[in-house]
């Protein structure tokens, strides 16, 4: 990359020489780009191990047994759900696009605490170790489903300990990340960069990092129960011992309900970016656009129950769950509402960030919808544990998240790496990529409307076509990634040089090279607008 | 780093060190302690609520005593390691080195009478899973698998408390810790006031309660 800087005179945070050469110039590197980048890479590696094997569980589906066992089956749906939720997507958006837009968004050189930032990139990795650990070493790998649901996770001979541990790990980095933004964003905004002129991409983050900070310690507690119920004999969820498992699955989903708004709300904030930047209009709404963020982080606080609505809970509790649920969809409404809002009368510019970004607005609704359906009481005694829900949280974390991780990384590759990549192969992928999504996870809502359980092995035959499209589709989901991705490493390589601000992004990551200096600003910008 | 003029509207991002940045982010890490220990404490309330005289009974074994003097032991080691932050803001270092060790005595002194407490305890065959606790009921077996996580959880917390007090000390004596840059010894101060204010809740739940 060093010979195509152009005329620009100054160097790239790449080019810069620090203590360390090589690897370890990355590693202990306190540079927020340099983290960030790193955590990219960690986490679309950890995207490609969890789709293959999701495309293995499919395979198994067409044909079970044929493949492997149905031990054999548990260990990889549950392997692939660890490796998605607690390595890609819970860490997501906010140690990668986080880490390096974060500081550059608010005009800071860094972010609060650095070398805490470096930090969690050691615990990141660290647990992702132990995690990886425990698949390998002698005993079978964890066979519970990532809940690791009392008793059996207390009672299976899998690794659990081991797994449970590497995820209090990851538990542990994603808290301090969330400390060290929230901290960031109060005390390195640049002058004039007021609370209601910061990005939408920021706002999201700080409503990400105080859900982080409060619910990811009551994850980390229970783990711990976990821990020390299989190690000591501790039976705080055993019911021999006097335990409840139920109270296991209220402590559990205190956190990993609020857990889906730490992957969504980033997601959010990006498509935030992205909608106005295209259309050639601000951000219709921005104050409601930004409070909503809060709005969901507070209320999706009180919703766990809506997990457990066939566990055993009073009506009383069931129907006050149930009346939250409905509420947190008014702020995510209010956030769909104004990206179509904003898009009116604009000026619409069709590359592939957009097409990323309307895609999820499209699966996202969908996914929200159907939340409506399953938080209903009455549908969710019919729907609960089939595959409608598998359908559900697949078109909102996948649908959501993760095409809002395409969609920014498709908007901001050309900051982050300094390469253009072919717009035309990025928008052939993205069509197979949505059309492929659609049929495998849409037949899946079928599919479970029909009463097919979730996490089963082998299933009657009438359920046979539904799985069968649903097989395919995940063929066509993964052509449309290998184009996606092959188009951005071939870029990588031999793109053409990014210009500083190739979309026309008012933010302030677009007045800085591309890719950026190590210090990100030669002065810190004075602020005298919102500029989303 | 240039040297910040006067009146400079970038001198809070041109210094080194952002003392009230590094203050909330230790409130910040305190809370999610709390969040922390909130589940445990919750596990309590609920089991409390459902073997209320279970939890009575159990808490009668408990030594009052040993669990006195180690309230007291804690409260003054909040204390000296609160002297030790105002010695050093008067430029007394040498005092403050003294009160550190000091803090990092009383911190050993609660250690080692909970190891007496608790291998007494398993001495008369009392721990989570033994024999004779099951035999006892589950609302024994329950109070005393809590006794021992949450003090336990708790005496880790100490236990690192006192490390990162040792480190204090090396700070403070190599001239790390000075009396314009302190900020490091104060949040291991409110680290140390947090763990404290802890065992002020464990305190009353598992001994007062008979």
């Known amino acids: ?532 | 780093m240039k040297k910040s003029m006067e009146k400079n509207p970038y001198a809070k991002y041109e210094q080194h060190i952002d003392y009230t940045g590094k203050k909330i982010g230790m409130w910040f890490f305190l809370f999610t302690e709390l969040l922390f220990f909130g589940g445990m404490f919750l596990l309590y309330s609920v089991y409390r609520y459902r073997y209320p005289d279970d939890f009575h009974t159990a808490a009668m074994g408990e030594n009052i005593v040993i669990g006195s003097i180690n309230t007291a032991v804690l409260l003054t080691s909040s204390l000296s390691i609160a002297l030790s932050i105002s010695a050093i803001e008067k430029g007394n270092r040498r005092l403050s080195v003294l009160l550190q060790i000091l803090t990092i005595l009383f911190g050993l002194v609660f250690l080692v009478n909970k190891y007496f407490e608790w291998t007494e305890k398993i001495f008369r065959g009392i721990y989570p899973n033994s024999p004779v606790l099951l035999n006892q009921g589950k609302g024994q077996t329950l109070f005393f698998s809590l006794y021992y996580v949450m003090t336990g959880i708790h005496g880790l917390h100490v236990l690192i408390g006192t490390i990162v007090i040792s480190f204090m000390v090396v700070f403070t004596l190599k001239g790390v810790i000075t009396r314009e840059n302190f900020s490091k010894l104060e949040n291991t101060g409110l680290y140390w006031h947090f763990v404290d204010i802890v065992w002020i809740y464990l305190f009353p739940l598992f001994y007062l309660i008979t």
């Open chain 1, 1 to 532: 990359m060093t010979e195509e800087r152009g005329n620009s005179k100054e160097i790239s945070f790449y080019e810069e020489k620090g203590r360390y050469k090589g690897v370890l110039a990355w590693l202990m590197s306190t540079d927020h780009k340099r983290i960030g980048i790193q955590y990219l890479g960690a986490l679309l590696s950890f995207f490609a191990v969890g789709v293959s094997l999701g495309m293995i569980i499919r395979l198994s589906l067409v044909s079970p047994g044929w493949l492997f066992g149905a031990q054999t089956y548990d260990e990889i749906f549950t392997t692939h759900g660890i490796i998605m939720i607690f390595l890609f997507i819970i860490p997501g958006i906010p140690v990668a696009f986080g880490n390096f837009f974060l500081p550059i968004m608010i005009g800071a050189r860094d972010v609060a605490f650095p070398r805490l930032n470096r930090f969690t990139w050691w615990l990141y990795l660290a647990g992702a170790a132990i995690v990886a650990l425990s698949l390998f070493i002698h005993g079978e790998p964890p066979d519970t489903g990532w809940t690791f649901y009392a008793p059996y996770s207390i009672r299976t001979q899998a690794n659990i300990a081991l797994a449970v541990f590497g995820v209090f790990i990851l538990g542990f980095s994603s808290i301090l990340t969330g400390l060290n933004f929230v901290t960031t964003i109060h005390r390195l905004r640049a002058p004039g960069m007021t609370w209601f002129r910061i990005p939408v991409f920021v706002w999201t983050l700080y409503a990400t990092g105080w859900v982080q900070m409060l619910a990811t310690p009551v994850l980390a507690i229970t783990l711990v129960f976990i821990i020390l119920g299989r190690v000591f004999g501790v039976g705080f969820f055993d019911p021999s011992k006097g335990g409840d498992p139920i109270l296991y699955e209220h402590l559990f989903w205190t956190y990993s309900h609020p857990a889906v708004y730490i992957m969504v709300l980033p997601a959010m904030g990006i498509i935030s970016q992205i909608v106005p930047v295209f259309s050639r209009e601000k951000l219709f709404g921005y104050k409601a656009v930004a409070l909503s963020a809060l709005g969901i982080a507070i209320v999706g606080y009180f919703v766990w129950g809506h997990h457990m609505f066939t566990s055993g809970m009073s009506d009383t509790a069931r129907v006050i769950f149930s009346f939250i649920t409905f509420l947190v969809a008014v702020p995510s409404g209010v956030k769909i509402f104004n990206w179509v809002a904003t898009m009116y009368k604009g000026s619409i510019t069709v590359n592939s960030p957009l097409l990323f970004a309307l895609s999820f607005i499209f699966l996202f609704s969908i996914g929200g919808l159907t939340g409506l359906v399953i938080g209903s009481l009455a549908p969710n005694l019919h729907l609960h544990g089939t595959y409608f829900i598998v359908a559900h949280f697949h078109y909102v974390m996948f649908g959501g998240a993760g095409m809002a991780i395409l969609a920014g990384l498709h908007y901001w590759f050309p900051k982050m790496f300094g390469k253009m990549y072919k717009e035309r192969p990025a928008k052939i992928g993205w069509l197979i990529l949505f059309i492929g999504f659609n049929l495998l996870y849409f037949s899946m809502f079928v599919l479970g409307y029909n009463g097919m359980p979730r996490r089963y092995f082998d299933y009657p035959p009438q359920y046979f076509t539904g799985h069968l499209v649903s097989t395919i589709g995940s063929w066509i989901l993964a052509v449309g990634l290998l184009i996606i991705f092959g188009n951005l490493i071939r870029a990588l390589f031999t793109g053409e040089k990014a210009p500083a601000n190739p979309w026309g992004g008012r933010t302030l990551e677009w007045k800085i090279a591309s890719p950026p200096p190590p210090e990100n600003f030669k002065e810190i910008p004075v602020i005298k607008e919102t500029l989303s």
